[in-house]
């Protein structure tokens, strides 16, 4: 019942502890990334170095290495799971290829900013959000609404966006909701155990009213990645949702990042998204 799950509820707002061994593991790479060993053109696979460049998308790399048309300090490589390291010469004919360097960007958005990188109506957009924070160009992964606020992901890594934006990535998401009225017990228990929207069943990983605040303030966690989700499950049932608060994404917390700014991503965070994340 709602009373026992608000209870014990994950206290919706912290973060689950990593298992160890996990734990440990991130370390590692980490340890690895910091001293250069993950970084593009230092000990990268080829057909990630050709990405990387802007070339091509990896699979489309495969091919082209498979071809021989990829030379490395000037001699033909055909061998899939070559390793590019520091200094080498990477060339696609005569063209020498250089890997951006892949950034990572945490962002508490605002309300009033818009997800996207340019808008015809000369909106305000959360690139502007974005001034200093790194001189290539990056993109938002997914999209928070208008007057949605909390954790929004940038990037120039196609890989990562690619793989945190498909349905079947099961991101692990965790917004705040305030209602414009106490969320009842019996719509507690339907939205608990999944209701059927226009676009099929949407089931939620765990529902639970916020410590200390009135039954107006719902923690929400979910996996879905569809339009609008956690609006249209408390619209669906008569609620207008006040607020909307991204405050966990992909393992990801809003912790010591005030409204409206942004931090890079530590070596852990980097790694832990990109081979451990649910």
Not at 61 to 74: H, K, L
Request: glycine fraction near 8%.
């Amino acid at each position: 019942n709602s009373s026992r799950v608000s209870t014990s509820a994950s206290r919706p707002f912290e973060k689950s502890a990593r298992p160890s061994k996990t734990a440990a593991r991130v370390d590692q790479a980490a340890e690895r990334y910091s001293k250069g060993l993950e970084k593009p053109g230092m000990g990268t696979r080829l057909n990630k170095y050709i990405a990387n460049s802007g070339l091509c998308a990896r699979r489309k790399a495969d091919e082209m290495i498979a071809n021989g048309e990829i030379r490395v300090n000037g001699n033909e490589v055909t061998e899939m799971g070559y390793i590019v390291q520091s200094g080498d010469k990477v060339q696609f004919h005569d063209k020498v290829l250089k890997a951006e360097e892949m950034v990572y960007v945490l962002m508490n958005k605002p309300k009033d900013f818009i997800t996207t990188t340019d808008d015809p109506q000369e909106r305000r957009t959360v690139m502007e959000l974005l001034n200093g924070a790194t001189p290539h160009r990056i993109y938002p992964i997914g999209r928070l609404d208008r007057n949605t606020t909390g954790l929004l992901l940038f990037t120039n890594d196609g890989g990562l966006a690619e793989k945190l934006s498909h349905p079947s990535s099961n991101i692990n998401k965790l917004y705040h909701v305030s209602l414009d009225k106490n969320l009842t017990k019996v719509d507690f228990d339907k939205i608990s155990e999944g209701i059927t929207l226009e676009d099929g069943l949407i089931t939620v990983d765990e529902l639970a009213f916020v410590d200390g605040m009135s039954k107006k303030e719902v923690g929400i966690r979910i996996h879905s990645g569809k339009n609008r989700i956690v609006r249209r499950i408390f619209e669906s049932m008569g609620y207008d949702v006040l607020k909307l608060d991204r405050v966990i994404y992909a393992g990801l917390s809003k912790k010591d990042l005030t409204r409206g700014r942004w931090r890079h991503l530590s070596a852990k965070e980097i790694i832990s998204l990109k081979h451990f994340t649910k």
